[in-house]
């Protein structure tokens, strides 16, 4: 019994696995399609095990046809049969993790629905037949696939999981093409992650949900365990400190997703010989293998395949890597297959040709027919506008705050303002904005009084001189003046022009009317 729940708790931290694929790719990828990523990591997991249920587990561990698929165990009932139920609930999170390695790989630009049609495609077909080559015999009574059967070993993974997953998601890079702005003729430009803090949770609780990844593979708590669970931590150790070292030598500083990546790269190496190298070989292992995935991730670049969270560079390349180090670093006795390490080496160099031509060959295959019927990838405008609204109308308190911005700049109407979510980064930066345009309105409503003023000073002045009327009751400047800036000052110096001017009509007209008296005095004393 404790065998069972051993595994049982092994299941549990494989699962939680998709947590950390979750937060990682979250993390690395623009806010404004971080929701898509996440549900794209719950959906494939639904899809994953009831197809697993379903066929998946019959075409992996039924009866061989003659080492190439399983014939039996379909829609299994395992409620009578505590061992296998708990055997297939290990392995069918083994096919989730699979699947959800090309979620990173295709992020922020391929439809949920064609992300959907990949995973039924690598859970249903894909994972099981080549999981059906390799570990058909894991399952007592089994008579093995045939390239198990050759001296093939992946003890945990590397490239029945991992490299599967890798493959298939370079696959459909192949077909989808790089992001909006990725690349340009010679150049590469980064796209800085939306949240690296999230990044980093990922990868730890990856961390800890490969305990039960690497440890659960015994299928039994045995005298194996804790040597693999240590092989396991130091193994991420070794990645993690040689990524370190290599992004420090090439830029100065250590980048963030490269020190996540490297230890994930150990932990994908160490996957496939973890019960059968030594503990300082263990370190090795991983810190090879996190060179490799930074390689691997190199070369991406320079081809300019867009790879949003290097999956395939640490999945693929260390995941190759790892089925390699079996029979580089393994001692043969543990490895159990009876051949020479020379031997042993071509077999593996063998079967990670195969994971690399029956997964990405049957992947690019039957999504390039996909492709053709119904695009996989987005629109411009959609990769655009992000994922998060395109594909699930889900908005953020980001989406409100640049969608009002972006309305107020078409529409110049400053009286629009952004909705605040109180206690949120967001609702601050939104309290502040609309704080400004309010003091942008006031001010707007305020030149537009000021040019009001200016035009009713102008017609006015206009109507007097075209009249030659200066009479300062009827220039109603009275309010201009009554301002206390330049524009009231030039109003009051105009009404007092204006009552100059009329004092001066006063005094003139006066005069006149004296000088036509005296004349009329004049004339009449002659």
Known sequence: M????????????????????????????????????????????????????AFGYALMFGASAGGWFGTSGWFPSLNDDPKLAVFFLFQAMFCGTATTIVSGATAERLRFFGYLAIAALVSGVIYPLFGHWVWNDILPGNSGGWLGNLGFIDFAGSTVVHAVGAWSGLAAIAIIGPRKGRFSPGNSHRIQGANMPFSVLGALLLWFGWIGFNGGSTLAL?????????????????????????????????????????????????????????????????????????????????????????????????????????????????IGTGLSRGTQVLIQLFGVGVVAVWTFGVAWGILTVINRVSPLRISPEEEEMGLNISEHRAKTETYDLFEVMDRQASTNDLSLRVPVEPFTEIGHIAVRYNQVMDAFERRQRASAEDLEHIYYVTAALAAAIENNSFQADNLGLEEVADRSDELGAL????????????????????????????SSQRSTEI
């Open 2 to 53: 404790i065998d069972i729940l051993w595994m049982l708790l092994c299941s549990g931290l494989v699962f939680l696995m998709q947590a950390g694929f979750m937060c990682l790719e979250s993390g690395m990828t623009r806010s404004k399609n971080s929701i898509n990523v996440a549900v794209k990591n719950l959906a494939d997991f639904g899809v994953s095990v009831s197809l697993f249920w």
């Open 222 to 334: 045995n005298n194996q365990v804790p040597g693999i669970v240590v092989n396991t931590v130091l193994a991420g150790v070794g990645g993690m400190m040689m990524a370190a070292v290599l992004s420090g030598a090439q830029h100065r500083t250590i980048h963030v997703e490269e020190l996540i990546n490297g230890s994930l790269a150990g932990l994908v190496a160490i996957t496939a010989c973890c019960n059968a190298v030594t503990t300082p070989l263990a370190g090795i292992v991983g810190a090879t293998g996190a060179a490799i995935a930074l390689l691997v991730s190199r070369l991406l670049v320079r081809r300019q395949i867009d790879d949003a969270v290097d999956a395939f560079a640490v999945h693929g390349g260390a995941g190759m890597w790892g089925a390699l180090c079996v029979a580089l670093f393994g001692q043969l006795d543990l």
């Open 491 to 518: 109003a009051r110096v105009i009404l007092n022009l204006v009552e100059i001017v009329q004092k001066r009509d006063r005094e003139l007209a006066a005069l006149k009317g004296d000088c036509t008296t005296l």
